[in-house]
């Protein structure tokens, strides 16, 4: 060591040390540099085992709500169908008739009130306003909101199926995905890519809400700006534009929430706008962008000559008519099938299928709906129809953008940290003249300082494993007797791999159990997994002594698509339901399911919540009762 | 004995598959050749890229797609887990590496002096994995890396 300067760092230029000397350094090095790529490989394991666990959960609940609400259509005498396919309550919203002047004299803006007021037309200064008050977190008031839906929806009606654009006079086209209601993404893309305007067209590929907390807000911009330049913003419709949709991911809740006894109105009237969006863009006649993907069948001639806003009963109903009545295989040719299925069928295409590697196009078994279409299916459409690229969105991507088929499709997502913070970017396509498209990413940050890679999958993996949890709780009763099945002498303890098969029999989720394990069960000294342990940290909120276990996990596992049925049963939104009705859905409910019960539980458990006494229950609060609460969590709270 | 020793390299071989599976996005039982060593690595093994690159001759297809199928990275794998190979770095050797680059023994290394070392001896670090370790590692107010800390820290967050 003599010869090396004492002084930092630089002066170690001359690397003509004594030979051992260098070997102990490079030496040194490598060892360094290998477990820097071990821990480096381990957090992007950590970090794609977390997004896997929610994107699993995420479709396994979706596919979970289909057999909730085919039982709710085949097997409910209380909610005929026909009570499902037309709009609910206040009919006269429907009406064509109605104008901005009748809900300017119905609806009083008080003068408390110091939101934006919009003036019809609207104009860029309204827009301006609404952003400056959405960035403040204000509500704009409902009489505004119903009258900016009227008119979207009169625009809308103008607008054809499928809209034509061209890039003239060098205008680069801006594509924006799925935002979810994440109304920072949007105003984040605004900030980097200016507003919408003449110079700076749209369009904005579906799922515009649900789950995010700013549809409402997300929604009126998209619409306010529709409105201002009809020509230069367009918006195609995503599956989640659909009421069924939004009872079950959040967007019904948020609007009842912020808008209370308006809400009614606005949801009905929104049903009816996301009708009548248009289903797909062309640009130049080569660009085809839509929110899901195509199938073999797909007609683009069809697609545009159909009634779309028929079509306007929740496409999640049509999956279930149309999975009833006819095999896809047996599908061709087209003549052989009534026209109503195959209008379905086209439109469930266009907004659930999802592009894979393999040729052909089969059944998409995650989503239960639309199809996988390869790279064949691809070829043959752009063949058809002279097409030079796809632009889909319907797919989480953790760089917000994905290219597949050899370039001729492009995933574009537009919400960032979708699943958590810091689970994934979001990103834009810039599309020039020449067709060819530019990608800008983003990230929009809760925390002033960047999180570093170390914090952010530590934050992603939490989170999911904990979705992970609260899912195992609910199904804790068939876990234990499949545990069980392994443990014959009843030790409490079986193998890891017999606990990993028996995991994956149950839930369904195609996770890497043996990874995740050490996070899940505790072990035993000699390797077993000490199977009941995966429930230790974990309860149901509610009280439970005199309730029989095994209701309550259902209650707990069926909560959010009970919360659908109970909707529908809820004409009028008021949030109650009668006693009766609730002991009837249930009890069909839970033979469907196969659930046995005694009757004196249910009451028990109903009479433990809060309810008016006038024989009606507030579902939501009952409902609100049966979530996990992890034990930990409690424990640091109180 | 034979069914247990089965037993045991049947749950290896479900482990390989599980590590595979994380990095195989369109579930179609091949991952991009890139991804290797971090399949690799999270099989608890440690190997230098010089070992991978070895393990990549062995599972890559006489004509290199990008792609590694499971069918030839499962035997090989497998194998590996059965060898042992590529031990893990005990935390004390870590430990002596890190002081073998610190000159004065004060405890920590400068952020130039770390750079020089990891960026141009070994298996040299790119400009990016140097940037992620440092913004880690490095204490921005000293600009140097205090060591024993930065190891205990990533030691614990991997428990």
């Known amino acids: 060591m003599g010869q090396v300067s004492n002084n930092i760092g630089l002066s170690r230029s001359s690397s003509l040390g004594s030979v051992s000397e260098d070997r102990n350094t490079i030496r040194a090095a490598i060892l360094i540099q290998n477990w820097y790529r071990f821990t480096k490989a381990r957090l992007e394991t950590r970090r794609r085992y977390s997004l896997s666990i929610f994107q699993s959960i995420e479709y396994a609940d979706e596919q979970d709500q289909l057999q909730v609400l085919s039982t709710s259509l085949f097997f409910f005498p209380l909610v005929p169908v026909s009570h499902i396919l037309t709009s609910p309550g206040v009919s006269q919203v429907v009406d064509e008739g109605l104008s901005l002047t009748e809900f300017e004299n119905k609806i009083d803006v008080p003068d408390s009130y110091y939101g934006p007021r919009l003036s019809f037309p609207l104009t860029v200064e309204d827009a301006n306003a609404l952003l400056h008050a959405f960035r403040n977190e204000q509500l704009l008031h409902a009489r505004y909101v119903l009258q900016l839906l009227c008119e979207t929806r009169r625009v809308l009606k103008e607008m054809p199926n499928i809209t034509h654009l061209s890039t003239s006079y060098s205008k680069e086209i801006t594509v924006c995905g799925d935002l979810h209601g994440n109304l920072d993404d949007l105003l984040l893309i605004f900030y980097k890519n200016g507003l919408p305007s003449e110079q700076n067209p749209y369009v904005f590929n579906g799922d515009f809400v649900d789950r995010g907390k700013n549809s409402m807000e997300i929604l009126i911009i998209l619409f306010a700006f529709l409105l201002i330049y009809p020509n230069d913003l367009h918006l195609n419709r995503g599956n989640h534009e659909d009421y069924i949709m939004n009872l079950r991911y959040g967007f019904t809740k948020e609007v009842s929430k912020k808008y209370k006894d308006h809400g009614k109105l606005i949801l009905c009237l929104l049903r009816d706008v996301f009708s009548w969006l248009p289903l797909a863009t062309i640009i130049d006649s080569k660009v085809l962008i839509l929110h899901g993907g195509i199938s073999d069948t797909t007609d683009l001639d069809f697609l545009n000559a159909l009634e779309r806003s028929k079509a306007g009963l929740s496409v999640l109903l049509m999956q279930l008519s149309v999975k009833c009545r006819i095999n896809r295989s047996k599908l061709l040719p087209r003549e052989s099938v009534a026209n109503e299925t195959f209008c379905y069928l086209q439109i469930l295409d266009i907004l659930w299928s999802d592009p894979r590697s393999q040729n052909g196009c089969t059944p998409n078994k995650s989503r239960g709906g639309g199809c996988y279409f390869g790279p064949d299916v691809t070829a043959k459409l752009f063949e058809r129809y002279n097409l030079k690229m796809l632009i889909r969105s319907h797919e989480f991507k953790p760089e917000g953008y994905e290219i597949s088929h050899d370039g001729k499709v492009i995933t574009i997502f537009s919400a960032s940290n979708y699943y958590e913070e810091g689970s994934n970017r979001g990103a834009y396509i810039k599309l020039n003249p020449e067709l060819i498209p530019r990608f800008v990413q983003y990230q929009v940050s809760k925390y002033t300082r960047r999180q570093n890679l170390q914090e952010r999958v530590g934050t992603i993996e939490s989170s999911a494993l904990k979705s992970l949890r609260e899912k195992i709780y609910a199904h804790r009763s068939e876990l234990t007797s499949a545990f069980a099945q392994y443990d014959l002498n009843s030790t409490g303890r079986i193998s890891v791999s017999d606990w990993a098969a028996a995991m994956e029999s149950v839930l369904q989720l195609e996770l890497p159990w043996r990874m995740l394990r050490a996070q899940l069960v505790q072990m035993t000294p000699n390797g077993e997994a000490d199977y009941m342990s995966c429930f230790y940290d974990l309860k149901i909120g509610q009280p439970t002594k005199e309730v029989q276990p095994a209701l309550v996990e259902t209650l707990c596992r069926y909560r959010r698509d009970l919360e659908i049925i109970f909707n529908i049963i809820d004409k009028d939104h008021s949030g109650l339901i009668s006693l009766e009705e609730f002991g009837q859905t249930w009890k069909l409910f839970a033979s469907h399911l196969g659930i046995d019960m005694y009757d004196e539980s249910l009451d028990k458990l109903v009479l433990s919540i809060d309810y008016n006494k006038d024989g009606h229950i507030d579902f939501n609060e009952f409902l609100e009762a049966f979530h996990v609460v992890h034990r930990l969590e409690k424990k640091a709270n109180s | ?159």
């Open chain 2, 1 to 159: 004995m034979a069914s247990r020793k089965d037993g045991a390299v049947a749950e290896i071989e479900k482990k390989i598959i599980e590590a595979f599976e994380v990095f195989d996005h369109e579930c179609n039982k091949t991952v991009d050749v890139r991804e290797i060593g971090s399949i690799v690595r999270s099989l608890g093994c440690f190997p230098t890229e010089a070992e991978l690159h070895e393990l990549l001759a062995k599972v890559e297809e006489e004509e290199p797609t990008g792609y590694i199928n499971l069918e030839k990275f499962l035997p090989v794998m497998t194998k590996v887990l059965l060898d042992r190979s590529y031990q893990p770095i005990p935390e004390d050797v870590l430990l002596h590496a890190f002081e073998a680059l610190d000159e004065n023994k004060c405890g920590y290394i400068t952020k130039e002096e770390l750079i020089k070392y990891l960026t141009e001896e070994g298996e040299p670090f790119t400009e990016e994995e140097m940037e992620d370790m440092l913004s880690t590692a490095l204490d921005p107010e000293t600009n140097t890396v205090r060591y024993r800390d930065y190891i205990s820290m990533m030691i614990v967050d991997e428990t």
